[in-house]
């Protein structure tokens, strides 16, 4: 729980979840911070899963948010 409120305090867009059952099964849980959206997918295909997400692009200079 401390580190899920350290990675929205940093503003972190996503979260890397792995807990004894997830090393148990070779998994990782991937959380989307602004969503709260988590799935779970292969410990090997984590870092492609990560690339593959889409964020939206904020401008905060002009307070926009741009939906990809």
């Given at each position: 729980k401390?580190?899920?409120e350290r990675a929205n305090r940093v503003d972190a867009t996503t979260a890397v979840i792995i807990g004894a059952a997830e090393v148990a099964a070779g998994t990782v849980q991937i959380k989307h911070m602004?969503?709260?959206e988590q799935q779970e997918v292969r410990a090997s295909m984590a870092a492609d899963t990560i690339k593959g997400?889409?964020?939206p692009v904020t401008n905060p200079m002009r307070g926009?948010?741009?939906d990809p």
């Open positions: 401390r580190r899920m602004a969503t709260g997400l889409r964020f926009e948010v741009d």
